[in-house]
């Protein structure tokens, strides 16, 4: 005589769990990573005590071999104009942020400020230009 279970034991896995645990990881990436600020071009910025927050719209580069970057394309300072207001088309008052090298001539730093006052001029629009710089050590 065979005995026979009432209640039959399942071997099966419940992936309920495993999809909320997944949907929470995503969350928690997708918010860290926002979080981070990517430099694209390694810089050592100039040091300061003072503390500028804007939303910054369009980010140029120049890095130690004086070379421009809009966002992360590079261009040569003639195009410079052209590749910032391609950039900020859209906004009526967009921030620029300036991010140079320590050992860049002001010159370079000039030549972006005149590029944002020329498309501020041509487009009656108030775009700014703000120098990033690195928090100075007492």
Request: charged share 25%; aromatic share 6%; hydrophobic share 45%.
């Amino acid at each position: 005589m065979a005995i026979k279970m009432r209640v039959k034991r399942s071997s099966e896995f419940s992936m309920a769990s495993m999809s909320d645990l997944v949907f929470l990881l995503l969350i928690f990436f997708m918010i860290t990573s926002t979080l981070v600020a990517p430099n694209a071009v390694k810089l050592l910025l100039p040091s300061s005590n003072s503390k500028t927050m804007s939303k910054q719209t369009v980010t140029v580069y120049i890095n130690d071999r004086f070379e421009f970057f809009v966002g992360e394309m590079k261009t040569n300072e003639l195009d410079l104009e052209n590749r910032i207001a391609a950039s900020i088309q859209s906004e009526n008052e967009a921030t620029i942020v300036l991010r140079s090298d320590k050992s860049v001539p002001v010159q370079y730093i000039v030549n972006v400020i005149d590029a944002v006052n020329e498309i501020n001029n041509k487009s009656d629009k108030k775009h700014r230009v703000i120098l990033a710089t690195s928090q100075r050590k007492p």
